[in-house]
């Protein structure tokens, strides 16, 4: 997924004159969250707060989705967030 939006950020600047990496420096750092261990994912969002808490219990229902989380373990990442 990085090598992905390496790939975009390469492409976008032929089109756009500003440098577009920093800017998209957010994205990456959203995208390498996913592949935290779930015990890392309260620091986290802790400590982006660039992110809205829409944003951040958004990625820990992907993740706990996706990785097959218990509910409970879901549930307690997200009570500790909110």
Same mark, same amino acid.
């Given at each position: 997924m990085s090598l992905d939006l390496q790939?975009?950020?390469?492409?976008?600047?032929h089109f756009v004159p500003l440098n577009v990496k920093p800017k998209l420096q957010?994205?990456?750092t959203f995208i390498k969250a996913y592949y935290l261990p779930e015990?890392?994912?309260?620091h986290?969002?802790?400590?982006? =707060?660039?992110y809205s808490k829409n944003q951040i219990v958004g990625l820990i229902n992907?993740?706990? =989705?996706?990785?097959g989380w218990k509910r409970k373990t879901? =549930?307690?990442v997200l009570e500790k967030i909110e």
């Open positions: 790939v975009l950020i390469n492409g976008l600047q957010i994205v990456e015990t890392e994912y309260v986290w969002a802790r400590a982006h =707060s660039e992907l993740v706990a =989705s996706m990785k879901r =549930s307690e």
